[in-house]
């Protein structure tokens, strides 16, 4: 009999759970207070709605052994929309859906085996809505949410904003055989890649610049303006952007804008978003998301309802971060302890009557006969006090 988990799989402790569980709830008020609606997306779906239509990669999709091609959902976007789009489509628009689970990614390790990977999401969709008023909102949303976690000064919480159509944009301006390529190099931060583009010196010179383009948003949207010139996307981005600073800047959020950053899944065709914290010793990225109208489109056949924006945050690295090192006094129960069986009765009284003041509280199953060994039984359990019941 195995005795470990599997390759990729976690087994959380009850502290873990309950922090998981909290995390969520602070989430969900969030979204609740911003008028989003719970729902529950199944765990598998279809192959093709998993796929996002080429967005995620079939190497990352975990398959079911099944009569048809089924696989465990490695986000919770597609689903949503799709749900969004046939039982829910009667509706009205904008819909605001917000929903937690778990996803799952396959991976191959480096010994060639594959590896399974489970992450607690929560986050939102707002569908129907084409407008940049859903990006602001969005982006509005997603800092209000991460004010509710706790985070510290130290965490140093940037926001990384991209664009996918203003990064389509710029490439437009190099050869088009080269676009895929040149795409690539900028996503991935390969100046070497790029340096190897058949591409003429102005178009390397650009594309070089371009790829170290990132900071203070109206520096940024200068740069951009002088390559595009004035055009309406830049206007848009512009204006959302505004709507944001002044929340960021409340909360301490640094807005980075980074317009060769796109997200690991290819689902976005407008915004796209990054939370990054400063860990213990690295960056840690707690939440993403992004514009995905062509996803909705797939699932739609209305036009003027093919529109989506939506986050996620990954729990467990907010977790990780936030509640990093031992656990306080409160995430334990007080213990009920008693000298003679006779008092058990005595003692489930109490216990309830804990209980119902809002205190958690266990009972220590059978009699002891001090005090003092009840309190280093509550010191072994990290119980923070002892009601001791003594004759």
């Known amino acids: ?19 998981n569980r909290r995390i969520c709830a602070d989430l969900a008020a969030v979204y609740r207070r911003w008028g989003y609606q719970e729902v529950a997306p199944p765990g598998f779906e279809r192959l093709d709605t998993l796929a996002a ?24 976007t ?75 000064a130290e965490h140093r919480p940037r926001l990384l904003v991209g664009h996918h159509g203003v990064l389509k944009a710029l490439l437009q301006q190099v050869p088009s055989t080269q676009q895929a390529a040149a795409r690539a190099a900028l996503t991935s931060f390969d100046p070497i890649a790029l340096d190897r583009l058949n ?14 383009l990132r900071g203070t948003p109206s520096q940024v949207l200068y740069q951009l303006e002088q390559w595009l010139g004035p055009v309406q996307l830049l206007k848009d981005l512009g204006h959302t952007l505004a709507m944001l600073m002044p929340a960021a800047e409340r909360q301490g959020v640094t807005v980075q804008l980074d ?9 976005y065709d407008g915004l796209v978003l990054k939370l990054v914290c400063q860990g213990h010793q690295a960056p840690v990225p707690i939440a993403g998301g992004g514009r995905y109208d062509a996803l909705v489109g797939r699932f739609c056949d209305s036009s003027t309802s093919a529109a989506g924006v939506g986050f996620a945050f990954d729990v467990e690295a ?14 334990a129960p007080e213990l009920v302890a008693y000298a003679e069986a006779s008092q058990l009765a005595m003692a489930l009284d109490t216990l309830e009557a804990l209980h119902r003041v809002g205190t958690q509280a266990e009972l220590l199953p059978g009699p002891l006969p001090s005090r ?20």
Do not use: K, Y
């Open 318 to 331: 907010v977790r990780e971060l936030v509640h990093a090192g031992p656990a306080s006094a409160c995430d």
């Open 259 to 267: 317009p060769t950053f796109q997200p690991h899944f290819d689902l």
């Open 78 to 152: 597609a689903s949503i929309a799709r749900a969004a789009s046939t039982r829910l489509a009667g509706l009205p628009r904008p819909l605001r859906l917000w929903a937690e689970g778990s996803t799952f990614r396959s991976s191959v390790a480096d010994t060639g085996m594959q590896r399974i990977h489970e992450q607690l999401q929560s986050g939102v969709e707002l569908l129907g809505e084409p407008s940049a008023a859903a990006d602001a909102e969005l982006t509005r949303l997603l800092l209000a949410a991460a004010g509710n976690l706790g985070l510290r």
């Open 1 to 19: 009999m195995a005795l470990q988990p599997a390759a990729g799989a976690r087994d959380l402790n009850p502290r873990e759970v309950e922090r």
């Open 372 to 391: 003092a060994q009840a309190e280093a039984v509550a010191a072994e359990r990290g119980c923070p006090r002892v009601h001791w019941l003594a004759s």
């Open 199 to 212: 591409l003429n010196g102005s178009d390397r010179q650009r594309l070089t610049a371009l790829m170290r």
């Open 53 to 76: 239509g080429g967005g995620i990669d079939s190497r990352e999709l975990v398959r079911l052994a099944a009569d048809e091609p089924l696989g465990l959902r490695p986000e919770l």
